[in-house]
């Protein structure tokens, strides 16, 4: 679709915000480097054609990455592809919750310049780091002019992601980062970018600024198990919980009755699958069958992830948006 060809410099704003890639060795394991936002820009890191302006947002283990920092991390992003002085922006961060905080982004950010995640799954003390590659990597794809057709992208190992499809698949290996069920959007080839397709699904949040509301839950269904969850959720009063279903959307008959429960107490009840790739859908009618929950108020969420789908509906809280509106938003998954 696209190669690498621009010859003018451009202007790509680095937002750190920690994890692994700015990781050192500490007295009993890792740590971030002294809270400097460490990064090697060592031999050929930066490309010829690309300035970069560094931007401290955070030095934080990834894990320690709650909705509020990513809601202002995403603040932030708008701030800098609004401002008019940089081509793309490439943001630094940790593994464990990177496809979250994409993902947020990509759900609010307009499409004026390409935004891009990268981390590294070895730090700089390790055998094998990959942080300097997968920094070049995103860098070359921040610096296309057509990325930003594509929505914030996630580069690594070569490969750049979607950030709605993207997830972490594997604990420690450089390859972890995949979209399973749908493959990357292109790959990087050392100076050039190859892009391959379009991501048709995407989800975009009302105008607006990015408000967010914690009181969301997430229940991950198992034999036995979920109905007691569900109810609490509802009790605490929750906005909204999302459900990881069994399947195509199916549940036990006891999770069906608190699923009732919780959508009578005016929680914004959504259904996803546990399973890795596949649609939920209203197929099985019996109790706790996918046309059970429908009928008892559940709004069907198509393919999403639950954790993402759980910042999505954390935002729609958060903007004031009502059931039918979240509903709508949905529809088409």
Sequence with gaps: MSDQTESAVREIALVSTGGTIEMTTGSKG?????????HLFDGDVIPANVRVTQIKFSSIPSPHMTPGIMRE?????????TVGKYDGIVVTHGTDTLEESAFLADIYLKEQIPVVFTAAMRSSVEMGVDGPRNLRGALLVAANPEVHKLGVTVVLNDE????????????SNVSSFASPGYGPLGFV??????????????????????????????VRIASGFGAREIRFSADCED???VIEAFGRGNVPV??????????GKGTVVCITSRCYVGRVL?????????IDLEQKGAIFAGDMQGHKLRLLLMACVGMKMNRQEISELLKGL
């Design 30 to 38: 890792l740590v971030i480097a002294g809270g400097i936002n460490h």
């Design 73 to 81: 991390l995403c603040l932030r992003l708008e701030e800098l592809a």
């Design 160 to 171: 750049i992601h979607a950030a709605g499809r993207v997830t972490k698949t594997y604990t």
């Design 189 to 218: 080839d050392q100076d050039r970018i190859l892009l391959q397709r379009i991501p048709l699904w995407r989800l975009h949040l009302p105008p607006g600024e990015l408000s967010m509301n914690v009181n969301v839950g997430l």
């Design 239 to 241: 906005k909204g919980l």
């Design 254 to 263: 006891d999770v069906a009755l608190a699923v009732e429960y919780a959508v």
């Design 282 to 290: 209203g197929v099985y009618d019996y109790s706790g069958g996918g």
